[in-house]
């Protein structure tokens, strides 16, 4: 089993609509979690981070964590075109990111 | 411009070669770490490093592979006699700090090396 899963998609949304990326881990005691952005060719960007249990909401990102579960979800409402890109899902492992394969998001206008 | 700076954004080295790739992190900022991105796969972790040393490389391939990151200066992936499977993006990320609840990493533009 992988440390961190994610489904590789490819995940077609229609433009305006909800997008919804999970990500599964397998360290219970796992405390931090990540979600970073990578469009084609570019570097990881950070756009979300959360450490505790519920949703944090940051514009039109929302992080959930659900610990119990060991289960980590980005929702994206009123999705553009420009965020068409693959999310990575990542969990820190004392000082380092353990990244999943990530989840390639098309949004379709 | 404030970010994590690494340099050459592309390299070219022919099989045996050795191939250095740098990395400045942002300001403030004195923690290191590079992950490597090979073709269609995940970001894989190689090593972490503070000023002068080298605190978690269990990431790093036991041979040919080597990293630094002196009191002056950036810090400095180093690959000697590189071979085509070392083809890869190489990206350098930067904390604030070690541990505890805030540890976001950001990361570099990468450096795309090529092996022919």
């Known amino acids: 089993q992988k440390e961190v899963e994610q489904n590789s998609g490819p995940l077609s949304v229609p433009e305006g609509a909800i997008a919804s990326l999970n990500c599964t881990y397998s360290?219970?005691?796992?405390?931090?979690f990540f979600w970073y952005r990578q469009y084609s060719g570019k570097s990881p960007e950070l756009i979300m981070f959360i450490y505790s249990n519920g949703d944090k909401e940051d514009g039109r990102f929302t992080a959930q964590l659900n610990k119990a579960s060991q289960y980590v979800s980005l929702l994206i409402r009123d999705s553009q075109p420009s965020d068409s890109a693959t999310y990575l899902c990542a969990v820190r492992r004392a000082q380092k990111l353990v990244f999943g394969q990530g989840t390639r998001l098309t949004i379709n206008p | 411009n404030a970010g994590v700076m690494q340099n050459p954004r592309h390299l070219v080295r022919r099989r045996g070669q050795e191939a250095r790739l740098r990395c400045s992190p942002m300001k403030g900022h004195s923690h290191v770490y590079w992950y490597r991105q090979l073709p269609e796969e995940g970001l894989k972790f190689m090593v972490y490093l503070q000023k002068e040393n080298i605190i978690d490389e269990s990431g790093m391939p036991k041979e040919r592979f080597s990293a630094e990151f002196p009191k002056e200066g950036p810090s400095i992936l180093r690959i000697q006699q590189v071979v085509r499977g070392d083809s890869a993006a190489y990206f350098c990320a930067s904390s604030p700090r070690e541990g505890g609840t805030y540890n976001e990493q950001f990361f570099g533009p990468g450096t795309r090396l090529t092996v022919l």
């Open positions: 360290d219970r005691g796992s405390q931090s």
